[in-house]
């Protein structure tokens, strides 16, 4: 075998190895996101989105979820971590007051452009003003589970939250419900009231 045909082989094998494991790389981040408002209902009067589960990280006390959409047209995204240490906050239909609350137990985090392009959104459909972009801290709540079971995010499942932030501060004080729907890979993000529109923007954006 001549040097020149050993090289020729060689580079072959070479991008084969690389071109199979590029493609690999490519299939992992197909995929296909939609309009977070596509379930919207106008006539209700709630500004709800939901948002795709593109990447699902497990740690020893929580799943970490980036999660995105499109809202006309651009990509909105977060990130959100999930205590895996939430217990079931109703208990023979009743609120279990003792188990059923979690402190720090959801944390939101910006992923960068997306998340400025998410404050934009929500300050639209909210119809609230927001100047600025999704805050670099990272934004603890308290959750209350509205389950019936412990929260099992390694299962196929739909889990549903209620969040409450800034407790301590009665201007900044609001409610969302956060649903997980991890048999199909969807986050839900319902409004509590109309009335936190605002000061969820300003938590967000720490206003």
Not at 69 to 76: D, E, Q, R, T
Not at 104 to 121: D, H, R
Not at 161 to 185: A, C, P, R, V
Request: charged residues 30%; proline residues 1%.
């Amino acid at each position: 075998m001549t040097k020149q045909l050993s090289i020729i082989i060689f580079m072959s094998l070479f991008s084969f190895f690389f071109g199979c494991k590029n493609n690999n790389e490519n299939n992992t981040n197909n995929y296909e996101l939609e309009e977070i408002t596509s379930r919207l209902d106008i006539e209700e009067g709630w500004a709800d989105i939901f948002l795709k589960i593109i990447e699902d990280k497990k740690t020893d006390n929580s799943h970490i979820y980036i999660v995105k959409g499109l809202y006309k047209n651009k990509i909105v995204g977060l990130q959100i971590e999930v205590s895996s240490k939430i217990k079931a906050g109703f208990k023979n239909d009743e609120i279990d007051t003792e188990n059923g609350f979690l402190p720090n137990s959801v944390k939101l985090k910006s992923i960068g452009i997306e998340s400025n392009e998410l404050i934009k959104a929500l300050a639209e459909l909210y119809e609230k003003p927001a100047d600025k972009n999704f805050t670099s801290q990272i934004i603890t709540a308290t959750s209350f589970s509205l389950n019936e079971k412990s929260v099992n995010l390694d299962k196929s499942d739909y889990y549903k939250l209620k969040l409450f932030f800034e407790e301590e501060d009665e201007n900044l004080y609001s409610e969302i419900y956060l649903n997980i729907n991890t048999d199909k890979g969807e986050i839900e993000i319902h409004e509590k009231d109309q009335e936190y529109r605002e000061p969820i923007i300003k938590v967000l954006t720490n206003k």
